[in-house]
């Protein structure tokens, strides 16, 4: 902004000072390196990557038999040998999208709420 401020300021003191000939040229070419200047910023902005999305939310699961989710889990089951005979016990609310990383063996992560986690052997639930 500063940089347009003065080189406004500069081609005012030219229109002043020389003659309209000499200020017509100057602004002339003032104003095709304003347009080709404005022209490469926008090739860039169109021809660049795309920056990573945070609509995507990473949830990893590093461990054996983990369970990672970027929201919420109703249940979440790693152990063996497992009877589930009643209703999973499900989040109170649905979670905002989020990161959630599980590590080690049977490890459970959510960025949101976790209902219930059975991660023993032989569970009843």
Do not use: N
């Not at 500063?2 to 100057?26: E, F, M, N």
């Not at 979670?95 to 209902?115: F, H, K, L, T």
């Amino acid at each position: 902004m500063v940089l347009l401020g003065l080189a406004a300021l500069g081609l005012g003191i030219v229109a002043t000072v020389a003659d309209l000939d000499t200020s017509a040229q100057i602004a002339t070419v003032a104003g095709s390196v304003g347009g080709l200047a404005a022209a490469a910023v926008s090739g860039y902005a169109f021809l660049r990557p795309p920056a990573a999305s945070a609509a995507a939310p990473a949830a990893t699961a590093v461990g054996t038999r983990s369970v990672a989710a970027g929201g919420s889990i109703g249940r979440a089951v790693t152990g063996d040998r497992s009877r589930l005979t009643a209703s999973p016990v499900m989040p109170q609310a649905a979670g905002a999208p989020g990161s959630a990383q599980a590590s080690g063996e049977r490890g459970i992560a959510a960025a949101g709420e976790v209902g219930e986690a059975i991660t023993g052997d032989d569970a009843h639930a």
